[in-house]
């Protein structure tokens, strides 16, 4: 396999005589890729049909000749304010009933038919003039779809696409009225043109209906997302599609976007997100304020190989310190290199950073660059270099594909849907319970692959785990049933039919040849009251009553006697939100059932198998020694003292 | 007396099928009424005009077959989808500005009259059908007025109705601006017409004319309910008309609309509403998480004994997890039945658990009832059943009616209001600073009556507590003169005139006859910064600059020398909100000198006299030995050593 | 000089029968100056064009005959309701998109052009009724520009005039699209008219538009006040013209404004800013809560001294608690008179208190005034009295003026936006940063000049500061050259173009023969973790990676080895927010290169050279020793042990 590295690139924000000279440093510093043309439409259609894309093509051929591939993204995350004139319907509108304005990006409306019509339209025209220009290897659609809660939209646009999404649902008035239980506070509609968005409601609507909503709103973008990649590659044959997603977005399912795709990306900025969208405390915060969360990346690097069926790259890597979290440190010398290298121990094809050059004007000036804006090697730039050497030697001796981890973790964006909408207690959410889980498998020296909840294939896991699924497919049903490997459900998985209901056999929900337990009662708690269940730790945020069946075996119990963990065969169930110790203490005697090998890792020291290899990097202020975890030998990349900053890679066999 | 049990019951959730199981399992348990209807609009009223009772009267007829009592809600709290589509301007505007949509509950405003007709309409029809049916023993108005704060909307319908009201208080514009001040920032108006809501203002709208506004907010649910009760007395001689109140609901006059029903009725959630409107931190959050507030219930309980003469029931106890409070833990055992002895401690004529059986559907999926989901008994049942069966012993052995309390505290609606609007200080609150006096007389085992500020008797209390009354009506200071007991005033009792203005000889306003007193001075304090008085205690949060007259005594002075207690004959002044030790020593002091018996009871353990007997009951997670208080002999029900949950039941010659 | 007292007086708020009794007690009292009509329009003309203005010639006339002189204001804060029905639109929007209501203050919007006009017909008919009154002795335009936030409104009329504002600068839409760089993210206008404001965009706006939307947002102030202004010159020759400014408000440019005005004034309300706007923690907050912060009066004091020239009085003194801040503590005493003095000795011509009587209706019912409601002399009262007599005996010794302070530090209004459009980390305020240097200056009991950053003199200061600063004027970076002082630069100043863009060469952006030093990068900390420097302290918020040039010499470097302090010559660069120690430190050294004397003063006594004579006050609660800091000898004021609330004031020469 051929790993590269890219950059992101906007020939239209420099003079056209600088193209050529940023070109031949892009290929000087190792870099193969070129991402473009994400946010230009106003230069590319400055007035309705008047297309202008001849700078566009001699930008392509520019960085053509220096032997970049571009990757070319289609501008719809930014449509001109002329287009904006012309249908203004086409703004979204914010939960609160305002209209979100122009004057920014990601101005529209995904259900809005015009818009749709148009970014069809732009792509066309694109995909037609650079489909098979020699330069172009690859295809970004649009930009960050959700990015600033942007999958939601209360508009008549949306109103009127919602009834006639939830009218081929349900057919009828009454289906529908059944299906989210209506009678409840007479809520009952007699016709689909009833239907109201689920916003501003004096209390909380039926979550039947929200949730019916967010899958709506989600469709829409997969709508949207879909049309672009069709044209594409009607017209673009032999090139990949590609989109960009986010961190710990879960508006949408990417699950159902990244089946349209030929590659899922991601754009990382560890920094960013540890300060802006991170669950941890303010000692957590301060001690990795300059190299970012130990398991956040390789969460995303793990979820994103899933989407589009393993293949997948970094489509933005933060370069250098970022403008846009509550606060913007520098990161620790090595940690681009780091972040990079651990992308590719994760099985990324291509890291590609974010931004060439920083840019000196606008919403973004004080976003670091490779370069600074006056075209000095910024920070980055040298970390980048080392990478692409270092590529350069090793690349051939690491396998092609990551391979099969040896932990399975279920991800499922309705589930994260339906806690929002019920989290029932304040601190549930589900993203941060299932990156707990993950967090303890990191820490135990596991590696992970995130699945989905339709339809995987569990085969050749030691474990799986699904917590908090909100409704069990079939599929998955079957699965559990078929799996050698242990399975660890719970807390609240199982715990609502689709239609958002409790199920009739109360939860979990599951035949009684695969686990015979009904959770009787549920309760939340406050942070402060945790249930403690064994030495190591406790229950906190969700605690269920648990009545385990003939069949089922009480594992653990609560100090106050209510059954924790009751398992039934190579099934276990945990009937609570676990604090971190009781994840490793639980995961950790099912995993160690299973046969696979555990360490015990400090907290910024993480491994990541790949193919037959193994990488360690550190994250922490701290010097780790890698022989006390087994390893022999020099390692091919790094050394067994790994230093701050520091990436390892060794062969599984001398890995201990 | 016949203290009884029900429930709440919602035949249109179930199949019909159910209904009759259901109706006897309730009457097994010891149930005797069952609330239903109040929600059930679009099932009496499918399409306008299209009534649907039939239903309705099979269930009725049926509960009352398995010999329970129906009470019967007007459904005006959820009205249907084509009603409001019919007029859309019935629905609430925020004070943001943003209609309040349907899709949940409460999408009304008061003042529209069309909807005032409507609900008339439907109450009529309702009345017409069901006033005579021999099940029918009670109604319930519309369901918790105020929740979700409806009582104020900022909408045309009120602008138009508060012109109207204005109109008639004042006759005349130039009336209205004098009373309000208006020549201040040029805000005269020269015609009824020009007068605006006091929402959206640039700055705080005039005291004043938010005072009046929220008068006539509330005006317009008194009017709203006595619509209601008035239909209905006419058409089902002899049933009692209750409305459901909520807890710590001050938004409207409860007084006011508790003298058009024959019983107050309220909702008591405690551990949902400890978790929800308390103003305990959270050490005390978290010790009675799973307990509720040891003085909340009882508040209530006192409140809603007065405001409709003393008739007073439990319309909604909560039976296990609610689903609405920021974490919703599950009760401790005991507790059900414990909150259940506490209502009948105070007088409750019935205690109704809400609900049957918990909907597996819809915005309360995750409310227990009395069963789950599945018709299995949930924790609640158990309870209830035991507190059945105690009834059915010791009912007759009680007094048919609490009797007088020791201490009356004045509760008055519009001091809510006006310190709402003019807090001074942060954290000034009317509920807050009235409910700190009550707690430390439950603390000292004393019994509370709640009055009202117009027109109260004060025969009888060894002490009557006037703090933080807006304005002193005539009557209320004729009492004060013929009170034989001790009254203790303040603070910032009687600032104010009705017309929201400072009185011409300063605050408290009294006859220098009661108490020769003048407020020179307020101010609001930080909460780090208390004022000492004496060594026990202070005052926080507000303190005044007293000037006494000449026949007026100083009995406390801060330490900075101004006076912070003064007293004329029977009558006490206190010049701050007071710290708990520091009411507890004043109040405790006066208590003595009316010859009250007083205890000195833990955090958990409360007290309450009923008629010839004394109930003890037990919030804390400590066993109590109520030997300690003086008690002998075995309770007539419980034992002396008081468990967690426990409750017991003595004479009051053996209560020490 | 003539230090004189003042009050604010509401004749129309009292009966005509009390004016004369009124007049009599303040020139009895001291006072000199009656501020009068600022909110009284509603008076002056009932409807449109019924013009009254009798009662107010007669109120004039009153205080006239008592000997006092009056400062007229223009009513144009309160336009009277009949006016804003007939242009609604001239209500202004907030950023939220809704309209801001009449029924409290300053609900205008300052670009409305119907608004103008007619604010300048009231002006233009009470300048001709009263201009040359002989009791008028000055005007006061409007009443507290910006008070609730009204500088910027985000309405039609907004956008209309910021249409044309930016027509008028740019002349063509591709020159504000270069200017802007709305080429990123395709935000490119094909025509003035495609001009939005900045508000409700889906994520933020570019900077250089919003920056734009400020600069216009202050010059419509500015030409507000400068209409009002041209009138009352033309009506009214020989009086001032005044405008009263508040405190910590820098929505619109105040050297901008103040050029238009003979006289700057501002209304200081030590405990209410204290409380409401200071960046201090608790313990801060706790301990001052009855004096106020000892360095927020007197920064204000500077800075209105450089407004308009060095002409200034404090408008609105409090005078005991007031009713606005979250808490409204009573001062101690004393604090009345030392807040008094305090501006005198920063160079007050007069001191107004505000108000005369405490009004008991309305929203500001709970405003202390030097009389009670009832007419009786409150707290502030006596301690007006006893500065009037001191006044006559001292006032004829003191300089006229205060002369040329120690230090200068530049304040620049559009820093101040730019720093809240863009602040990269979440604590970077420019207020603050401004006010911490200026606070360590004052610790060190130097006096200071506040200047601004327009073609400012250096000229005879010891020391000057400039931080923060958003973009050079030429006369700025000449000034620098030309200046004998050390000058202290940084952080972030000069960090932009006026575009809002970063400079070619990057940040500071200076002439290499100044300061040769480029800014290679900048990171933003959380609070917990700030950058070491020295043993006292480091870089809190924001650190500056420097690159000094050869030219340059690095003081201090921070433990991580990167450059914090630079010199050039008398130029020194501070690479990031120090903390106070290192302010202290780096300052203290400069200011001792500069032979400036210095002290070391405990947190609440400072000191103020006022001419030939030093000031010192004590805001703390401790007596001080003046003889510890050199004084000598009895002072003309007050005694060397300096008692809490006390002031005394001695000769340079006595004064150590
Ligand atoms: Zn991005
Ligand atoms: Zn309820
Ligand atoms: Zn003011």
């Known amino acids: ?69 571009v990757v070319l993204g289609t501008p719809t995350a930014t449509p001109p304010k002329w287009l904006v004139d012309e249908m203004p319907d086409m703004l979204p509108i914010g939960a609160d009933g305002m209209v979100r304005k122009f004057g920014s990006r990601r101005h529209y409306d995904f259900s809005h038919e015009g818009y749709l019509k148009e970014s069809k339209r732009i792509t066309l025209a694109l995909a037609k003039a650079f489909g098979e220009h020699p330069g172009v290897c690859a295809w970004q659609t649009d930009n960050e779809y959700d990015c600033h809660n942007t999958t939601l939209s209360y508009s008549p646009a949306a109103r009127s696409g919602f009834k006639a999404w939830l009218q081929r649902k349900y057919q009828s008035p009454d289906a529908l009225n059944r299906a989210w ?30 949730m019916d909503f967010r899958r709506f709103a989600s469709d829409m973008v997969v709508r949207f997302n879909k049309a672009q990649a069709d044209i594409i590659r ?53 001690q990795f304020a300059r190299a970012g969360d130990p398991d956040f990346q390789a969460f995303h690097h793990d979820l994103y190989r899933a989407t589009s069926q393993g ?33 590719f121990a994760h099985g990324a094809e291509t890291v590609s950073y974010f931004r060439w050059r920083q840019a000196p004007f606008a919403q973004e000036q004080m976003h670091a660059g490779l370069l600074r804006p006056d075209s000095t090697e910024a920070e980055g730039f040298g970390e980048a270099a080392q990478v692409a050497s270092e590529l350069a030697a090793l690349d051939a001796a690491l396998d092609a594909l ?9 991800m499922d964006y309705p589930s994260a849907w339906a806690w929002e909408i ?39 896991y030691g474990l799986v785990l699904i917590p908090g699924l909100f409704a069990w497919s079939d599929d998955l049903v079957m699965a559990i049933r078929d799996c050698d490997g242990q399975v660890l459900i719970g807390p609240r998985t199982g715990s609502k039919t689709a239609d958002f209901a409790i199920p009739a056999s109360l939860p979990p929900g599951l035949p009684s040849d695969i686990l015979a337990l009904r959770v ?114 020099q390692p091919l990349l790094g050394d067994l003292m790994l230093e701050p900053s520091g990436v390892a890679v060794t062969s599984v066999a001398d890995a201990g």
Chains 1, 2, 3 share one sequence.
């Open 311 to 343: 293949r997948w790259w970094v489509m933005e890597q933060q370069p250098g310190p970022v403008n846009w979290a509550p606060h913007n440190p520098a990161p620790r010398d090595g940690m681009v290199r780091l972040w990079s290298w651990e992308a």
């Open 181 to 210: 239980g209506n009678v409840f506070w007479s809520m009952e509609i007699g016709d689909f043109d009833e239907i109201e968005l689920p916003n501003l409601t004096v209390t909380e609507a039926n979550p039947s209906h929200v």
């Open 1 to 69: 396999m051929n790993r590269t590295l890219g950059v992101c690139y906007y020939p239209e924000h420099w003079p056209e005589t600088q193209w050529a000279e940023d070109a031949a440093r892009m290929a000087k510093l190792g870099l193969t890729h070129a991402r473009i043309g994400e946010f230009a439409w106003s230069r590319l259609e400055p007035k309705r049909g008047a297309y202008d894309f001849d700078w566009l093509k001699r930008a392509i051929d520019t960085l053509h000749r220096a032997g970049l591939k």
């Open 520 to 633: 009787n009662r549920i309760e939340t708690l406050r942070a402060d009251t945790p249930v403690a269940v064994t030495q190591d730790g406790g229950f906190q945020f969700w605690r269920e009553f648990l009545e385990p069946g003939e069949d089922a075996e009480t594992l653990l119990t609560a100090d106050d006697g209510v059954p924790a963990v009751v398992a039934q065969g190579n099934v276990t169930y945990l009937g609570g939100w676990p604090e971190q110790a009781l994840i490793k203490s639980v995961a950790g005697q099912l995993a160690g059932r299973a046969g696979l090998v555990m360490k015990n890792l400090p907290d910024g020291v993480r491994l990541r198998r790949h193919g037959h290899h193994v990488f360690a990097i550190n994250y922490g202020a701290e010097t780790f020694d890698l022989a006390t975890l087994g390893w022999k030998g």
């Open 402 to 410: 990551p391979g099969k981890a040896d932990v399975a973790i279920v």
């Open 422 to 460: 019920q989290p029932q207690g304040r601190e549930f959410d589900y993203f941060r319970l299932v990156f707990d889980f993950y967090r303890c498998l990191r820490q135990l020296g596991l590696s992970v692959d995130i699945i989905p909840a339709s339809a995987p294939s569990l085969d050749g």
């Open 234 to 286: 009607a017209h673009s044959p032999g090139r990949d599609v590609i989109h960009n997603f986010m961190g710990r977005t879960l508006a949408f399912d990417h699950f159902d976007v990244g089946a349209d795709l030929d590659v899922s990306s991601w754009d990382s900025y560890p920094l960013g997100f540890l300060e802006d969208r991170s669950d941890q405390g303010d000692e957590w915060k301060r």
